[in-house]
């Protein structure tokens, strides 16, 4: 008996972990195999970055932002994110090779920055929800009372980096509308940093 319980461990351990059920079950695990599922948890700055011909963002039937060529970026902060995840997504957004270079007719060759185009940042608490049943739960996010200067903050990452009038963003909190025409389709998704 000992030997099968043993032996189904692994496939346990693996549903548990897709299943994203580590709070639920956390306490109910020996402490060697605690430390296994804390350090395979997801703890990173997420990014959806889309390549767009335009894209805008209206609140209360307003447009607010909206841009022509560049990049739309739907930002997800983790509870336990720190300026050094802002750093990275700030880096490699502005850095990725995204674009087309004309002049030598090579794909995948220009960032955002060698194009002159622009930004459009929308925070998006979603991108760390997970569905408990049917029900999505968003309790590994950053609070509002923190995220909110924590966006703001990254924000202005974003335009002192590049040009501050080429980065434009949503209204945090607010019940957006976003509107994109995606170029290619491209869409990428950048997490700050990977699972130990």
């Known amino acids: 008996m000992q030997f099968q319980t043993q032996s189904l461990w692994p496939c ?14 956390r306490t109910t695990l020996p402490n060697n195999k605690r430390k296994i599922s804390k350090a395979l948890r997801v ?6 970055v889309q390549r767009v011909d335009s894209a805008s ?31 990275y997504i700030c880096r490699k957004v502005l850095n990725m090779r995204l674009f087309s ?16 185009y622009q930004v459009l940042l929308v925070s998006q608490f979603t991108l760390y929800g997970f569905l408990k049943g049917n029900k999505p739960d968003f309790h590994v996010a950053m609070a509002p009372q923190r ?18 009038d080429a ?14 025409v995606n170029d290619g389709p491209v869409t990428m998704q950048l997490d700050s940093q990977s699972p130990k």
Request: overall charge neutral; charged content about 25%; some cysteine.
């Open 12 to 25: 346990r351990f693996v549903c548990v972990c897709l299943g994203n059920n580590y709070n639920r079950i």
């Open 43 to 48: 703890r990173a700055m997420r990014a959806v």
């Open 147 to 164: 995220a909110k200067p924590f966006y703001a903050s990254l924000v202005d990452r974003f335009r002192n980096a590049y040009n501050a």
């Open 101 to 116: 270079n004309e002049d030598t007719a090579k794909a995948w060759d220009h960032s955002v920055m060698q194009k002159n």
């Open 57 to 87: 963002v209206e609140v209360e039937g307003r447009t607010v932002s909206e841009i022509g060529p560049g990049l739309l970026v739907l930002v997800g902060i983790h509870d336990s994110d720190s300026d050094a995840d802002a750093d």
């Open 167 to 180: 980065i434009k963003d949503g209204i945090f909190g607010a019940k957006m509308k976003v509107s994109l």
